[in-house]
Every structure is written in C-alpha cells, then in structure tokens.
C-alpha cells in the first residue's frame, strides 16, 4: 500500500495537482495505527489511513487546507475525554503533514526581445519554462531549447497543467490571436498577452465573436504586467514576472516599508 501511495503522489504531481503525505510520526498508547503509517490526501479523495474515526478526519481536513497554502505542517492530537477532541480510547498520537506542490510551468510565445529577458529573469525562479516561435531560424535563447514551427500545432502538444503560466509576445497580431484562442479554453493559472488597450480590446472581441465563455477570461492579463517600467525589453520582462509571482504567491500590492518616528 506504500508503494502504491506514493506512486499515486507521484501521477498526480505529474498532472499538476497538488497532494500531501501524511505520516505517524509518534503513537503512544490505544492509538488506531502505529508509528509509520501513511495515508496520500487529495482535493478529491484520499488514500491509505492513519486509523479513521475523528482523529483522521481532522487531519484530512487540516491537510486540504494546508495544501491550498502550499506549507507543511505537524499536527498532534490527545486522544482522551479530556483532550480537545474528547476521546474514549486514551493515547496521543504525533505525525507529519508534507505537502507536495506541482512545478510550475511558464510558456512564452515568443523568442524575441521581450521573450528573451523574460526567459532570462525566469531562470533564476521557479520556473520550468517552454518557449514557442514560428521562426525557424530562433532555435535557442538563453540556452533554452525553442520549439518552432506552427504555434497552434505546439502549443497542443504541450504538457498543460493547472500551474502553467503563459506570456503571449510573439511578432504579430495573427499570431497573438492563434495563441490566445488555444490557451484561453485550457485550464491555466495565468495568461499575460503583450499589446496597447486598442490591440488587446480587438483580438479579445474576436475571440468572444467566436463563442468563447467570457469568464474564461478572468485569468487573461492583458496589456500584461504590473504598471512601472521606462518601456524598454528588460523593464517591461520585470513586470511581467513580478505580476505573475503576485498571482502565483497570493501576494498584495503594497510597500512592506515602516514609517520612521
């Protein structure tokens, strides 16, 4: 059952879903399982036990939550009258709340100088990163490998998980359009598309024209970034990361400076 737990883990991470490992730790007195035992916890089910009854349930429930902020934690519970959760069988029981998170995944549409600095920045985060271009003569930038060919055809071949971001920065608007029309219908956790108000308000009409749910939109970011560059490649790479990071870390727009007395 171990061997089966972990390899479970393993498939899920593979399709980008988050899991935790729960794992006894201590177990001291009448305690339904021993030290060692392990049960996987998914958003929709589990796998294995820890003992069942109350003591598993909350655990279960404290590992979703856990999951959803990405942390691990340990947890421990009395198990008598007197302890919190008021308990027959007497004992105490310690383990340990892994919480495995899925890579995240950034795909830039693009080789060129925008997608260039941002592949550049992006490789000291953490990021497995995936560049397109239809040129056949951009073949490497940053010492990332860059799929070329036809954008559609590529971007279907792609392994999409639900913590992929997408940056669409290609050389034109026809281009912009094909890869917007593909990305909006999968299920990713950002899409950030290059462009003014009036370009970015003519390609999204066309695609809305075509009968795509609005609300699949509510993850597209477009004109892309956060609002503080000169405009040059490497300022414009800059706010682009950090809008994705302010998304991908639930963070808030605001200065962490104290005011000085």
Do not use: W
């Not at 003569?137 to 913590?163: R, S």
């Not at 699949?216 to 405009?231: A, M, T």
């Amino acid at each position: 059952m171990d061997y089966k737990i972990l390899e479970e883990i393993e498939k899920r991470l593979a399709r980008g879903e988050e899991s935790a490992l729960v794992t006894i730790t201590e177990s001291i007195g009448s305690t339904p399982r021993k030290v060692g035992s392990l049960m996987a916890v998914f958003e929709d089910g589990i796998l294995g036990s820890i003992g069942g009854g109350t003591v598993e349930f909350e655990v279960i429930k404290e590992a979703r939550e856990l999951i959803k902020k990405g942390v691990s934690k340990e947890f421990e519970y009395g198990m008598g009258p007197n302890d919190k959760l008021q308990l027959a069988c007497g004992g105490s029981v310690k383990g340990f709340i892994k919480v495995f998170k899925s890579s995240n995944k950034l795909v830039v549409v693009g080789a060129g100088h925008i997608g260039r600095e941002l592949t550049y920045m992006a490789k000291h985060l953490d990021f497995d990163i995936t560049v397109l271009d239809d040129r056949n003569d951009y073949e490497e930038i940053n010492n990332i490998k860059v799929i070329t060919g036809d954008i559609v055809k590529n971007i279907h071949d792609l392994d999409i998980t639900k913590n992929t971001y997408v940056v669409i920065a290609s050389r034109g608007h026809r281009l912009d359009l094909d890869a917007l029309r593909e990305f909006i219908k999968m299920d990713v956790k950002y899409i950030g598309m290059v462009g003014s108000k009036a370009k970015v308000h003519q390609v999204t009409s066309q695609v809305l024209e075509e009968g795509i749910d609005k609300e699949l939109f509510e993850k597209l970011y477009s004109p892309v970034g956060l609002n503080f560059s000169n405009g040059t490649p490497e300022e414009i790479a800059i706010e682009i990361l950090s809008e994705i990071l302010l998304i991908k870390n639930n963070g808030s727009l605001e200065h962490r400076r104290i005011k000085i007395k």
